[in-house]
């Protein structure tokens, strides 16, 4: 039933996008020849004439279109019909083209406005992270390090932690003996190996049976991940570098030694990178009845996990009258358009890769997942998040969307005359091929998903 309610709500917000479109070509007394639902690829399930409008449902369901007369060869409407979209002014036309993403916009700021009326409350995007209780496998430097059930945890090496998932990244990625080590501190620690061993030389390798002192070497120093990973704005990849299968044995071998005994096939670099790999630390802040308290350092296990069993805990923002529901559905659609931008930034750059995107079916199943989990109202913000979205991608500078529209109308006013037709539509039919084949991949990426249980 959840994710029937989910599929209900996705298909309204192609309504009311294809609607916006409509609508403002009826305010401008522009003929409107079919409303279809569905993109025009495979059969046609349903088609109804209603008044002067064809309406149509298609078996590709993902998307929907409003068309005019003037993308029909075969329509008997004069050339030079004012009822025609092209013989409108460039103004009106704009209006017509953003009018759908116009559509998406307001339906979103309602549907988190009703709910924050109605249910009296908006999430933060905040959460709270809480030590539930130190299971029995705990770690040695865990159980020491003063941590205790019901500490709220407040920082890791100095960043804030808005969430689960901030803890675990930090704990993932503080594994100890990962065969990735920091350069500064392996270059410090070939330093004191040098210092220690002042007749060999790093690069050559080291004559066989030839002992090597060995120098005291701390922790490795303490990771530090940027806020934009840590709120999962971004993917983080860290800056280390790995050792090689040479330095991996070697560094099993010289744990805890004091000295190393050489057989030929190594370097005092290889050496440097072999007791930089270790134990990376975690300098938590937790807060206790008030105060904020620094524990002792705690190392993860091999694995990367603490041995503490967590709970995440959502700030809610009460909106209990009308002037805070307004200021709280502003606050969040804002800071929702900003991950949202981010979002599509980090796409176009690269940073996020192709693998990781996902579309309606992902969508769809987590949408259910929230409903059924988390209730309606959480479902309803969702909704409101995928209208934005809906209208941020549509509003792209791409051809075969309504930004690349909005594009050439812009251009045909900054020229005083539309560009030629037939390059129009070549364009458009190019970059529409190209949305198809985008789209098919991202359904395969989520069906792959899915199969997998990534999802």
């Not at 192609?14 to 690829?41: C, D, N």
């Not at 792209?396 to 560009?419: Q, S, T, Y």
Request: charged share 20%; glycine share 6%; proline share 5%.
């Amino acid at each position: 039933m959840s994710i029937i309610i989910m599929i209900l709500l996705l298909s309204f917000l192609v309504l009311v996008h294809e609607a916006g479109h409509f609508f403002a070509a009826r305010m401008f007394k522009i003929k409107v020849s079919k409303f279809g639902f569905g993109l025009p690829i495979g059969p046609t399930l349903w088609s109804k004439k209603v008044g002067d409008v064809e309406v149509l449902v298609h078996a590709f369901l993902l998307g929907g279109y409003v068309s005019f007369p003037d993308d029909e060869k075969d329509s008997n409407l004069p050339a030079d019909s004012e009822d025609r979209f092209v013989n409108k002014p460039v103004w009106q036309r704009m209006v017509v083209i953003s009018a759908g993403v116009l559509a998406n916009i307001v339906t979103a700021f309602v549907l988190v406005l009703l709910t924050s009326i109605v249910w009296g409350k908006l999430p933060s995007g905040q959460y709270e992270v809480y030590i539930n209780k130190l299971a029995d496998k705990t770690t040695e430097s865990v159980s020491q390090s003063g941590l205790q059930a019901g500490d709220r945890i407040l920082k890791i090496n100095g960043s804030d932690i808005p969430s689960s998932y901030a803890l675990t990244l930090y704990a993932q990625n503080s594994k100890p003996f990962d065969s990735k080590i920091d350069k500064q501190f392996m270059e410090s620690n070939l330093v004191k190996l040098e210092k220690l061993n002042p007749k060999l030389k790093s690069n050559e390798p080291i004559k066989a049976s030839t002992v090597v002192t060995l120098p005291v070497v701390d922790s490795e120093p303490e990771l530090k991940i940027p806020d934009e990973a840590l709120k999962g704005y971004s993917l983080y990849k860290d800056s280390q570098i790995s050792l090689n299968e040479t330095q991996v044995k070697l560094r099993d071998k010289i744990q805890d030694e004091k000295t190393y005994t050489a057989d030929g096939n190594t370097t005092l670099n290889d050496v440097a990178y072999a007791i930089s790999d270790s134990y990376r630390p975690l300098n938590i802040t937790v807060q206790r009845d008030g105060k904020a308290i620094n524990l002792k350092t705690v190392y993860p296990n091999e694995k990367g996990l603490l041995g503490v069993l967590i709970e995440a805990r959502q700030v809610l923002v009460p909106t209990k009258n009308i002037p805070t529901a307004l200021k709280g559905s502003c606050t969040y659609l804002w800071e929702q358009t900003y991950i949202l931008v981010y979002g599509l930034w980090q796409l176009f750059t690269g940073k996020i890769p192709m693998k990781d995107l996902h579309g309606i079916v992902v969508i769809t199943k987590i949408g259910g997942d929230v409903i059924e989990h988390n209730g309606f109202f959480s479902g309803l913000l969702l909704t409101a998040m995928i209208s934005l979205d809906l209208a941020l991608v549509n509003f792209l500078p791409i051809p075969a969307l309504d930004g690349g529209h909005f594009m050439f109308l812009v251009i045909e006013k900054l020229r005083g005359k539309p560009l030629d037709e037939e390059t129009i539509n070549k364009i458009s039919s190019f970059f529409f091929l190209l949305l198809i084949i985008f789209m098919v991949l991202v359904v395969f990426n989520d069906i792959y998903a899915l199969v997998r249980h990534k999802i």
